[in-house]
């Protein structure tokens, strides 16, 4: 996080790593934290604080770093670590300048959650929102293709923390909170939508959710933050929401 600067990580905190589930060895694969401290390609803030990833349709392994504002692409076959993009900032309300981004009147777009987009390339979530300093509905997802060109996927967000594609190619996203600094935070929500339009709420009522997976059967899997207060309903559990009963209750799995 913001300490990526003054202290070196401990562990393998910063680190693309794999994991063999038989016998539960852990492999350190690329070194992330130290290449934002040596290169930081955002150019702002020396922040490492890796977010999501996905093996995307070419095999290689895609990495979004939430505190560096870029995503990774990571090679198996030959150890290559290398950035795919760094992503722009957004819009901070009234033009406000950000002194944290050179006095520009925009937001770290903190990417969080990646999806492999079917045709090639990745989804990624941004976090910065209506709460986290920028317009409301400004965050988004994006779509990065593998040469990194980015494209707007899914708009009229805020604070996405996690992305998941459907069969039908339809984008899904978890927004943490409808307010975060409410007492206690809103409720949050999963918004959906086709490439290049708009996300409609598709499940409401979330107490602060996180991950979101879609089956072949169409059914909407959440993970539910277990740090959400106690008065914000049931936490720490993962949640489904069937095919045919989109926009409405979410039963619990687990």
Known sequence: G???????????????????????TVTPLADIGTYERE???????????????????????????AGGNAVYTYDPASGDLKVLAVIPGIP????????????????????????AAPDGGVYVGLLSGASLWAV??????IHIAPDGTITDALTGLDLVVGVAVGSDGTIYATELSTNFFADPPAAGQVASGAMGGPGTP???????????????????YVAIN?????????????????ADSMGGSASPVA
């Open 39 to 65: 290169n930081n390609p955002d150019p702002y803030a020396i922040d490492s604080n890796l977010g999501g990833l996905a093996i995307g349709a070419d095999g290689l392994i895609y990495i979004a770093d």
């Open 202 to 220: 598709s499940i409401a009522g979330l107490p602060l959710p996180y991950g979101v997976a879609v089956a072949e059967n169409g059914d909407i």
């Open 226 to 242: 277990s740090s959400a207060p106690s008065s914000a309903g049931a936490v720490g559990m993962v949640v489904r929401c069937t």
């Open 92 to 115: 901070t309300p009234d033009n406000t300048p950000n002194p944290l981004r050179g006095g520009a009147a925009e937001a770290d777009p903190v990417p969080t959650g990646v999806a």
């Open 136 to 141: 409301p509905g400004a965050t988004k997802v």
């Open 2 to 24: 913001p300490n990526t600067a003054a202290f070196p990580p401990a562990g393998n905190a910063d680190w693309l790593v794999s994991f063999d589930p038989a016998s539960g």
